[in-house]
């Protein structure tokens, strides 16, 4: 019995890594015997930018993906069932231990990712992703139900970078965004092991051309890692997460595409920034549905490249509830 709460548990411990907005983590589990039931944990929702818990729901998908791998490196198989219970609708997903199977290698090579990958707040260097990767890339999103749109150089980049900008110069001056974002940023030498600390942004802006806006977790003070080499100047691969409906089902899969993309991204020396500025606001992300997406939902605005600095993240201890026996494990 305790060998299965352990293995479980450590299951759920690999899950709890996955990207979240502003790192709220926003996920909460319980155990049913070896079935694991991943809820949503509203009071970590971003009411003011994400008051349709969009994002949350995506985070939800990325931890889900990762309890998915976690499983598989177990040699065995998850059977997943979404939003199973519609009566509970914070139950995003259930997850039971199927039947045993042999660990495939790329199972190996993304479960290794899982505490390596690091959200990047910056620019990148001037060295390109390789075309194969790039592929690789785009393949990987459809297998969970999404799409990689990869952005031409050039106008369209520019379009991004300018919604980004005019978004974030939107919630800088609106009080409650920047209330909210004040929640989720951490001052040097906190104890939280949530939000976005010092340790994961420089401290002072990286200039690309186009030039893509980030947030100021630092609210004015000096914080933020020491600048990167003046060479981290590019913008990298600008590229756009899309899926064809735009519900909780969608949100779900999205999450899960975007972290088999980062997880691969990651073992190749690949990093990743996000901007979703623009995306929280609902006309931005119509005219880029209808301009950039060919009719599709964007979910997630994202750069990859190489990246010269690594930030530091965090996380709390596994939100977890048990609920009846456990069985063992085979």
């Not at 790329?106 to 479960?111: E, G, I, K, P």
């Not at 756009?240 to 991204?265: C, F, K, M, N, Y």
Request: aromatic share 6%; glycine share 8%; with cysteine.
């Amino acid at each position: 019995m305790n060998s299965t709460k352990d293995t479980l548990t450590s299951v759920l411990e690999s899950a709890v890594w996955a990207p979240s907005v502003h790192n709220t983590q926003p996920w909460a589990f319980t155990l049913h015997g070896d079935e694991i039931e991943l809820r949503m944990d509203t009071d970590r929702r971003l009411r003011v930018s994400d008051p349709t818990g969009r994002e949350l729901v995506i985070s939800c998908g990325a931890a889900l993906f990762n309890l998915r791998l976690a499983v598989r490196r177990l040699g065995r198989e998850p059977e997943v069932s979404l939003l199973p219970d519609p009566d509970r609708p914070a139950v995003l997903a259930r997850v039971r231990l199927g039947g045993h199977h042999e660990t495939d290698e790329h199972t190996r090579l993304l479960y290794a990712e899982i505490e390596r990958r690091r959200t990047h707040r910056g620019a990148f260097t001037d060295a390109g992703v390789p075309e194969r990767l790039v592929d690789a890339f785009v393949h990987q999103a459809p297998a969970e139900g999404a799409r990689l749109i990869i952005v031409k150089p050039g106008a369209d980049h520019r379009v991004i970078a300018g919604l980004t900008q005019a978004a974030q110069d939107r919630q800088t001056e609106d009080r409650l965004s920047s209330l909210e974002l004040r929640r989720w940023s951490t001052p040097p030498g906190s104890t939280r092991r949530e939000g976005v600390g010092p340790g994961a942004y420089p401290a002072e802006t990286e200039r690309t051309s186009p030039h893509f806006a980030q947030r100021d977790f630092a609210q004015g003070h000096p914080w933020g890692m020491e600048p990167a080499d003046s060479i981290q100047r590019s913008p990298g691969l600008v590229a756009l997460l899309t899926t064809v409906s735009d519900g909780r089902p969608e949100w779900l899969a999205a999450g899960q595409a975007l972290q088999r993309i980062l997880l691969h991204a990651s073992a190749y020396g690949v990093s990743a920034a996000f901007h979703t500025q623009a995306l929280e606001f609902p006309h931005l992300r119509a005219f880029l549905r209808e301009e950039l997406c060919a009719g599709e939902h964007p979910q997630m605005i994202m750069r990859l490249g190489v990246a010269l600095t690594e930030g530091i993240s965090s996380r709390r201890p596994v939100p977890l509830e048990e609920t009846g026996g456990l069985s063992g494990l085979e």
